[in-house]
């Protein structure tokens, strides 16, 4: 006999099949016509709702690290404060980070993308050797800096490096870098970590303002799909791009940040958090938590929530809020970085990794199912 778990599963496919059944009568790019004008109300709110009011956020956390990092180099000592402002920042661009819809996204793979996430923040790839390299040198106020160094040695990543390293570099011998580092003495390093952190802040503005000035300048209004200059060739296919937004979840909440930590399908990796530097690793998870669903619901506006309502499916809306609500409440709970958590009691991490599962799995099965949108491959070849 099927467990009551399983006749329950079956049952919601049934139903999210036959509401699929119902929407296909009179089928445009796969969800009824009558739910047109509310899927032009769920494109029409991820830039003024979710995207902009994110990236402002942001923007203004960035303006404080600055002042803070000022105030560092001009009165010296541990940059307390400067760390407490780089959180703050990482907590509102954590939330940013999840909706690498067109500018923000890979070029490579999310229609009309153009890389300007990784200008950012191109976690995992920092390269923390470059950045000691680029402390010694000096380079960094050359105007051709940052279009001549890859991403892996800027960035709020590499600015968490600067924060909070120790007298040490991390490169290894044959990189050849002792002499040049012991030349600059405690001092000397003090000044470069300074002045260094200072342009990265300033970068980061500049770019952190270009995102923003793509949307608003039309990038808003070409998520309708109802202009020449749109990327998107109908709304079906902008729609798919917001949900497959929403699968950051999977690959990088959940199995990056989560998975690779905790050796889900090899060896533990503590040293693979997010955050090492910081400790702030279960806090960016949370921050991701949220970041999904104010994109799932729309912000103040229409979101996939309220399309699984029209078509008879609130209560599914509800469990993946619920679901992301309860993941994101684990997160917080846990206190310790989360290498420590893992090294001294993995079972909170495990138990977060399996709530953030949840949510995917509802994005992957039902949701998809019932709003016939499409799953992105990384995440469809995921048989957790």
């Given at each position: 006999?099927?467990?009551?778990?399983?006749?329950?599963?079956?049952?919601?496919?049934?139903?999210?099949?036959?509401?699929?059944?119902?929407a296909q009568a009179c089928t445009r790019g796969g969800l009824d016509s009558v739910l047109d004008s509310l899927i032009d109300d769920v494109l029409a709110a991820v830039g003024p709702e979710v995207v902009q009011p994110g990236l402002a956020e942001f923007q203004g956390k960035l303006a404080l690290l600055e002042q803070e990092l000022t105030d560092w180099q001009a009165l010296g000592g541990e940059p307390l404060e400067a760390r407490a402002a780089w959180v703050e920042?990482?907590?509102?661009?954590?939330?940013?980070?999840?909706w690498q819809i067109g500018p923000a996204g890979s070029s490579l793979s999310v229609i009309g993308g153009e890389d300007r996430r990784d200008e950012i923040y191109s976690w995992p790839t920092l390269n923390t050797c470059r950045v000691d390299q680029e402390t010694t040198e000096g380079a960094w106020d050359q105007a051709d800096f940052?279009?001549?160094?890859?991403?892996?040695?800027?960035?709020?990543?590499?600015?968490?490096?600067?924060?909070?390293?120790?007298?040490?570099h991390t490169c290894p011998s044959q990189v050849g870098l002792d002499e040049a580092w012991d030349e600059l003495g405690p001092q000397?390093?003090?000044?470069?970590?300074?002045?260094?952190?200072?342009?990265?802040?300033?970068?980061?503005?500049?770019?952190?303002a270009a995102l923003s000035a793509r949307w608003e300048e039309g990038f808003a209004e070409d998520m309708r799909a109802s202009s020449d200059r749109s990327p998107y060739a109908s709304q079906t296919e902008a729609l798919n791009e917001v949900f497959a937004a929403m699968f950051y979840l999977d690959p990088m909440t959940k199995d990056r940040k989560l998975g690779l930590p905790l050796?889900?399908?090899?060896?533990?990796?503590?040293?693979?958090?997010?955050?090492?530097?910081?400790?702030q690793g279960a806090a960016f998870v949370a921050a991701n938590l949220q970041g999904f669903s104010a994109l799932f619901a729309g912000g103040g506006g229409a979101g996939l929530d309220d399309l699984l309502v029209e078509v008879?499916?609130?209560?599914?809306?509800?469990?993946?809020?619920?679901?992301?609500?309860?993941?994101?409440?684990?997160?917080?709970?846990?206190?310790?970085?989360?290498?420590?958590?893992?090294?001294?009691?993995?079972?909170?991490?495990?138990?977060?990794?399996?709530?953030?599962?949840?949510?995917?799995?509802?994005?992957?099965?039902d949701v998809a199912t019932v709003l016939t949108l499409t799953v992105p491959s990384e995440a469809a070849g995921d048989n957790d």
């Open positions: 006999m099927a467990s009551v778990a399983g006749r329950r599963a079956s049952w919601v496919v049934l139903a999210g099949l036959t509401g699929l059944a119902v920042a990482m907590l509102a661009w954590q939330r940013v980070e999840t940052f279009s001549e160094n890859l991403v892996n040695s800027y960035g709020l990543d590499a600015l968490e490096h600067l924060l909070w390293a120790g007298p040490e000397g390093l003090l000044s470069a970590r300074q002045g260094f952190a200072l342009a990265l802040a300033g970068q980061l503005q500049v770019e952190a050796g889900v399908g090899g060896e533990p990796a503590p040293e693979e958090v997010e955050g090492l530097a910081s400790g008879g499916h609130g209560d599914l809306a509800e469990q993946v809020l619920t679901a992301a609500s309860t993941a994101e409440a684990s997160a917080l709970a846990i206190e310790l970085p989360l290498d420590e958590q893992i090294e001294q009691d993995a079972a909170p991490v495990q138990a977060l990794y399996e709530q953030v599962d949840v949510v995917t799995d509802l994005l992957e099965g």
